[in-house]
């Protein structure tokens, strides 16, 4: 969305941004880490970092801020009260019990998606279906090394997929990770021509992601679904056979509703 200058307010822009610095990699920063990641000055991000404790946002020993329980507001309000998680999660749970899988719904957001909805636990003969590390509510995941993210990004335009490749690295998580924005265009391409995509042991080893699209009845791709196996569990054909035909049913029976 776009503002008029006079509407933005830069000072809320700079603390956000030093709110956002925190991450799984670095979850404690001083002011001169927290000024290198949000790009402001040391003076500024001290003042904000000091606010942002003032308010309960931070907790601090003197030196070093990480962030406290109080940031959980936000993510929490939003779980309770948008409409997406509470249309997604009857369809999540439904087939969860069906294969006894685990199935998650994400939104993209930058070089990551997020997500936002996730089947209720389902056990088979008393084993816990496998959940893949920081498969919970509101994670964060690199979007070019998992299904979701790339189905995401299949649905824009090439041009689009282009100008993301050219702003975002694409770390290496494993030894499938695709790193060369040549191979991952491929594989979006791929991805845009089949409207699923398949990653396998590329965010985490063992670990094996089948993903749609879920479109609204305008054909704008509001999030993605997916389901998470392991890679002992069954084949890529496998899921393919199995699981796909249940994924795109689910994606055409919410469509009306998103």
């Known amino acids: 969305m776009q503002i008029a200058k006079s509407d ?52 601090s020993d003197g030196s070093y801020f990480w962030l406290s329980p109080k940031v959980l507001r936000f993510s929490g309000t939003y779980l309770a009260s948008a ?9 999540l749970n439904r087939l969860a019990l069906q294969t006894k899988a685990s ?18 636990d389902a056990s088979v003969q008393g084993e816990r279906t496998l959940l893949a590390y920081g498969l919970h509510l509101g994670a964060r995941l690199p979007a070019h090394a998992t299904s979701t993210g790339r189905m995401l990004l299949a649905t824009q335009t090439k041009r689009a997929v282009q100008t993301w490749l050219k702003d975002h690295p694409l770390p290496r998580l494993t030894p499938h990770t695709l790193t060369q924005a040549k191979d991952l265009r491929a594989a979006v391409d791929l991805a845009r021509a089949q409207d699923w995509c398949l990653a396998s042991e590329e965010h985490e080893p063992g670990v094996m992601a089948l993903a749609v ?23 890529p054909e496998q ?13 055409r029976e919410l469509r009306p509703l998103l």
């Open 8 to 59: 933005f307010i830069e000072g809320m822009a700079k603390g956000m941004a030093v709110l956002e610095s925190f991450d799984t990699e670095r979850q404690r920063l001083n002011a001169t880490l927290a000024a290198q990641r949000s790009g402001i000055t040391r003076a500024a991000a001290r003042r904000h970092l000091l606010t942002l404790t003032h308010l309960g946002y931070l907790e």
């Open 83 to 91: 409409r997406l998680p509470r249309v997604l999660q009857p369809s």
């Open 103 to 120: 199935f998650s719904a994400v939104v993209p957001d930058g070089h990551e998606v997020v997500i936002v909805a996730r089947s209720a």
């Open 213 to 235: 699209p879920l479109r609204n009845m305008q054909g704008q791709a509001v999030a993605a679904l997916n389901v998470v196996v392991g890679v002992s569990r069954c084949t």
């Open 239 to 251: 899921l393919q056979r199995d699981t796909l035909p249940l994924l795109l049913d689910a994606a």
